[in-house]
């Protein structure tokens, strides 16, 4: 991954299809070398990971009903012929796309739904009251986006002209909860939207707006961000005009907390915005100036906002009985821990232990339930899953050749990985807790549509990478 | 832009590694901390759920869980209620589990640490793991003879095998039926559970080895008896005088004999004549020329002010407090003052005594066996202490025999036995009515069994009863359970 022939190549816009350097035999030996191998493997993965799903979903009625019903299988049908058509289409349109992200998502998408379904036969839940029931559908759709993004983006470079559009999306959308009408507020933030039946969390899909925005912003803004400025210490500090951006990020940042009442997604946007700054850059002073904003302006809500500073107190003070007690206080993080505790190593088994009294256990809590079921070794498994996930990403960003798609690849993985951060990192006491999903296992449409979204973009970038680089190595005197 | 990439990989990296160790923290360094903690209701859904261990005294099944056909899986039941109480306690939701069935949960509910590689089989095999059973030490015959011998009065018995520890009896009355309580109807066992505290005469304590405690009364003169001769500067024949009435230095108070005359006749009276006529002031008088150390050293060497004596249990200490004046430790010394004991300690006293002076640990756990029947964990007579020399232990049983044959015990004669034994009738105040003892132990030569009998309220007679007259019968009916299997 050290020595990618990006940089011997020239400027990426200069080859945006395999003609240029390669010889017809070449281009012959590409197509006979790797016929249809990333795809035979992404399908043995995938039945794989749909017999996980089913396994997984036949234990759950085992352990905790003691028989097998049918219905949830049969339902669970549509989203499985769904990913394999994802799949033939990808046979077609993105013949070399990653082999690996689809039967991960896949499999944590099926494993959140067998979690989902336990839950409901926990709480008595059936028909369309069940979340389970909910969560196919949300499955059904999320798959059906990610196959048109697939159809619909042809060269992800389009994406970049539509920076600002992207911009301009991504804020409506995370500024749609708070309009009267449309918005509601929940026990924890006011991050969700209701129309009609649906509720929904559009700062999900927010995240991809603004990945797609930060890519095509810092591709044009890098050298003026990263060149010009002063060296205070040895590093090299901007000048005052370009703080421009980082601050009008900030500021989004922190309307998002004192607006909607949600830490966590104001991590997440600042997180994200951070590190694509600094892939895009190189400068850690950009990562200083950043996180001093960030610790100034979660200080200053911590002591200003009443319900920011209960969080950091049941956070650091979780057990002390008048925390526990309080009125939305600790009580549902030790629950959590709790259960956690009473999966231990190996876990209770599917069905077989009580993750349904920790509150929200299918959505901002669906880890602590995973944690007591399947146990430590579950946990570590699922964790593994999310790091090779954000490490397929990564790899399209070293191996990429033009930059907005390698910056937009790191984007997506990275908001993907920081997410689980935030979350698992809330759920075991490591920061403080905060209301956001766990990517494809939590119960919830926006953060199932989101994430697929993102499947069916690093499937396009890296289809693309993989296509340029074998005319590279191909083709180069190299 | 690949050295950024790099460094980024490597924050993913460390953000991913600390989730790791996080959830290693909880799941597997804080479980056991957690597991305990008293706001985890798992752990108490979990022993529920778990089809519980039966608790067995002999052939008796004295606690087993039913299919229940709920949520919680399992109904505990208590098929002899009352009689076993004592020794089963109860096992009930969102409270504290009493008697064997909460001092040994783990084993009953499957979850001790030996028995992990069940546990594991059955998550594997998909089977749901079963408790441990319990069987107890209690003999099921001397338990109904005692509880029968008890009958409606408010006090406890307790019978002890002297050369193992072995607890044969364990009876506590009035009692309760533990099924009030393992119902799973949470509104059902709350009102059971009011009712039963609010009970004036507290059912729910198990006064053989708990509860407020009563003075020992005249059955503590075998401690200070023990703690004469063991200084090797008394007999039985030494003596001390022998008035009819004696003023306690420093006060106005005067202390009498039970007969309120002299004890025997005489200007002088031996230790073993006052423990024979079970008189007051010559142990008064023993207690103030042995000093308050020589007498609680005795005491806690029989047991006395253990904060760790379970049998498994926690048993609540009996205590020979230092007393503030030389009059509080002359009216200690022939158990009354701040002096307090629960029968299972003067079942020891006497058991010690029954054992060549070697004082076994009393024990109610005969055996845990898995369901796999391999056995978790076996009886093995442990000693305690050695309160008393083998040479002591003899002098003891001579006198104690005396004191039945002959003596202010004879109620507990049985016919053909050398019965060894003390009677106690302690005074609670002035008007108050007084708590009846007895310890002893049968036969005498060859001692199978160590008994005390303690009665509350003066078993119904005010301060008419005494412990020769009521306690005594009781105790030698226990024994003669004890003697006749």
Known sequence: ?478 | MNKELRRVSVLVLAMFLALFSSTTVIQVVQQQSLQADSRNVRTLYASFSAERGPIIAGDTTIAMSEASGDEYKYLRVYPEGELYAPVTGYFTLNGENTGIEGSLNDYLSGRANEQFLDQLNAILTGQHPKGAAVEVTVDPVVQQAAWDALGDLKGAIVAIEPSSGRILAMVSKPSYDPNLLAGHSQSEVLANYDALLSDADAPLINRSIRGDLNPPGSTFKLVMTSAALMTGEYTPDSTVPNPSSLQLPGTETTISNQSRGTCGSGSEVTIATALRLSCNIPFAELGAELGYDVIHDQARAFGFEDPELGVPMKVQPSVFPEPESEAQLMLQSFGQGDNRAQPLQMAMVSAAIANDGELMRPNLVERITAPDLSVLQDFEPTVYSQPITSDVAETMTQLMVSNVAAGAASGARIEGVDVAGKTGTAENGDDDPFTLWFTGFAPATDPQVAVAVVLEDGAGRGQSGSGNGIAAPIAKKVMEAVLNR
């Open chain 1, 1 to 478: 991954m050290s020595n990618s022939p990006t940089e011997a190549i020239g400027t990426p816009e200069a080859s945006p299809r395999p003609s240029a350097p390669t010889t017809l035999t070449s281009t012959i030996r590409i197509r006979l070398r790797e016929p249809a191998r990333m795809r035979n493997l992404e399908l043995g993965l995938l039945l794989v990971a749909l017999g996980l799903g089913a396994a997984a979903v036949a234990l759950v009625q085992l352990g905790a009903v003691g028989e097998l019903d049918g219905s949830i299988f049969v339902l669970s049908a549509v989203p499985a012929f769904l990913v394999l058509l994802l799949h033939v289409i990808e046979r077609v349109v993105a013949k070399e796309a990653d082999p690996i992200v689809v039967p991960i998502a896949t499999f944590l998408n099926g494993l959140g739904i067998a979690m989902i379904h336990r839950l409901d036969i926990a709480e008595g839940y059936t028909g369309w009251d069940a979340f389970a029931v909910r969560q196919i559908v949300w499955t059904v759709i999320a798959i059906v986006l990610a196959i048109a993004g697939l159809l619909i983006v042809r060269n992800h470079r389009v994406l970049q002209r539509y920076r600002y559009i992207a911009m301009f999306v991504g804020i409506v959308l995370l500024l749609l909860p708070v309009l009267p009408g449309i918005g509601e507020t929940d026990a924890n933030a006011d991050v969700w939207i209701r129309v009609g039946i649906f509720s929904f969390q559009p700062g999900e899909l927010a995240k991809i707006a603004l990945a797609i925005f930060f890519a095509g912003y810092l591709v044009t803004a890098r050298d003026s961000l990263s060149l010009v400025g002063r060296t205070i210490l040895g590093m090299r500090f901007p000048r005052a005009r370009d703080l421009g951006p980082i601050l009008v990020v900030w500021v989004l940042s922190m309307g998002v907390i004192v607006l909607q009442r949600d830490l966590g997604t104001a991590l997440l946007y600042f997180g994200l915005f951070l590190v694509m700054l600094y892939v895009a850059t190189g400068r850690a002073s950009w990562i200083l100036i950043g996180l001093s904003l960030f610790a100034a302006g979660a200080w200053l809500a911590s002591s200003l906002l009443p319900y920011v500073a209960d969080r950091f107190h049941n956070w650091l003070d979780a057990f002390n009985p008048e925390v526990y007690n309080r009125l939305g206080g600790s009580y549902q993080l030790v629950q959590g821990i709790f259960g956690l505790a009473d999966g231990g190593l190996v876990g209770t088994g599917l069905g077989r232990g009580r993750p349904d009294i920790v509150p929200l256990a299918e959505s901002d809590y669906i880890i602590a339930s995973l944690g007591e079921e399947l146990g430590l070794i579950g946990l570590f498994a699922i964790l593994a899953l999310y790091l090779v996930f954000v490490a397929r990403g990564f790899r399209i960003g070293v191996a990429g050749q033009d930059d907005f798609g390698r910056l937009l690849a790191v984007g997506l993985s990275f908001v993907v990985g920081l997410q689980v951060f935030i979350v698992i990192g809330g759920v075991t006491r490591l920061i403080p807790l905060t209301g956001l999903t766990t990517p494809f296992l939590a119960a919830g449409g926006s953060s199932l549509v989101a994430n697929w979204i993102i499947v069916g973009l690093l499937l396009r970038l890296s289809d693309s990478v993989r296509r340029q680089r074998h005319v590279v190595v191909e083709g180069s005197p190299a």
